[in-house]
């Protein structure tokens, strides 16, 4: 049964049992149990009243080992890096929302609700972490109407996921609801697309619960699975007993801790990745493409030295090296480099065809720059006798090198050279 049905069948149920449904005065008593019970409180709003809870933590508290306020310590240029945007630097997490929602089903669209939506945020020395629920549909009007107010204090908002998920549910139902969207206003930072450009070479997952295991060593204890959280709700719907969506509560505000854990462990990682504990091996490779597409030179080379060593990217860091040295024109590290590769065997059609290049305009040594090129071409050759992985267009390109290469050579030694 889909997500359209379930609803349909609930209010078509709802609808049959006329006989039991609370006066106005008991539906004002139901909803004082369900807030008590969930340690929440009833917030007034024009479209009518709905639970929120509630929860403060000081500023020095620490989630999986990380305080919490030492994210405001991160300076802009690595919220560039984190980001990678330089329109970032500007983003202050004293006005920024921490965000999260739990929805009766994982696929979206129209017919996806957010029954509770979680956000975090600094306030003075503390943090404060407040969940707005949705006791029934009839209530997502008010829910939305005080997210609203409370994102209206804010700048920008950090998720996981939250650009593919999140952001886009809670706009859909801002549209459908005939809200204004408070959203579209705020920066957002979505710390999935992050935690993928740094880790996504050495981790197998990056979800937020395999993040949590493996950069903080943190495991979740008696934890809901999220894809859980819809039926949990579904059922309350029909049994109006809360006591099983506090586990569901907890997992929210869990994750929304854990965001801003994650957010500090990435900002002192790109701060220092060396000695923050943080990266190791194949990270290292990915931080290097990071402050290469920054332009942070200086930093990718660095890093890129420190997965030469690391299998599964020595290959691709070898390879990146050397055009960096080749772009910041530092061609005499770059040759050592290429020469390396030829004599490891490491991208050797790629260092062979690099090192003509190199001998052919830089150097203007064209006996080693034939040379090169005769190499790289009987290895294309080869390739294709054994492989069949060598394309014919790759192999006339090489020919047509060698031989304006061998042209070259000729006018100097004033005689006639061409391979056909």
């Not at 379930?6 to 008991?26: E, Q, T, V």
């Not at 983003?91 to 696929?107: H, N």
Request: glycine share 6%; with cysteine; aromatic share 10%.
């Amino acid at each position: 049964m889909n997500l359209s049905e379930k609803l349909k069948a609930f209010i078509a149920g709802r609808d049959k049992k006329d006989s039991h449904k609370p006066a106005a005065g008991d539906d004002s008593d139901e909803l004082s149990r369900i807030s008590r019970a969930l340690g929440g409180e009833l917030l007034r709003t024009p479209y009518g009243r709905h639970i929120a809870i509630e929860r403060v933590f000081d500023g020095h508290f620490c989630h999986a080992g990380v305080m919490l306020r030492s994210v405001l310590d991160i300076s802009p240029e690595i919220i560039k890096l984190i980001a990678k945007n330089a329109d970032f630097a500007e983003l202050d997490f004293k006005k920024t929302a921490f965000i999260d929602t739990e929805t009766t089903g994982l696929a979206g669209g129209s017919g996806t609700y957010a029954f509770l939506i979680g956000v975090g945020y600094f306030d003075g020395d503390s943090f404060k972490l407040v969940q707005y629920f949705m006791s029934d549909f009839d209530q997502e009007p008010a829910v939305l109407h005080s997210l609203k107010d409370l994102l209206g204090n804010f700048r920008g908002v950090v998720s996981f996921n939250g650009k593919a998920y999140d952001i886009p549910l809670l706009s859909a139902r801002f549209l459908i609801n005939r809200m204004e969207n408070p959203l579209e206003s705020l920066a957002h930072l979505d710390l999935l697309h992050t935690a993928r450009r740094i880790f996504r070479e050495r981790l197998r997952s990056v979800s937020l619960s395999s993040l949590e295991q493996s950069l903080f060593y943190m495991a979740r204890k008696d934890d809901v699975p999220g894809f859980e959280i819809p039926s949990i709700y579904f059922r309350y719907l029909r049994e109006k007993d809360p006591l099983p969506l506090i586990p569901v509560l907890h997992h929210n505000r869990v994750d929304i801790l854990s965001l801003v854990s994650l957010l500090s462990k990435i900002g002192h990682a790109l701060g220092d990745p060396f000695r923050s504990g943080t990266c190791y091996g194949q990270d290292y490779y990915c931080l290097g493409r990071l402050y290469e597409d920054m332009r942070m030179y200086k930093e990718s080379v660095e890093c890129y030295k420190r997965a030469l060593d690391v299998p599964g990217v020595r290959d691709r860091a070898y390879r990146q090296l050397s055009l960096l040295y080749k772009r910041m024109g530092r061609w005499d590290e770059a040759e050592k480099i290429w020469i390396q590769m030829v004599g490891e065997g490491i991208n050797l059609l790629f260092a062979l065809l690099e090192l003509s290049k190199y001998y052919e305009h830089r150097k203007k040594d064209y006996e080693r720059a034939a040379r090169a090129a005769q190499q790289a071409l009987e290895l294309a050759y080869s390739k294709k006798r054994l492989l069949g992985v060598c394309h014919r267009t790759e192999i006339e390109e090489i020919k047509k090198r060698l031989n304006r290469i061998l042209s070259k050579m000729s006018k100097t030694r004033g005689e006639q050279m061409e391979i056909v």
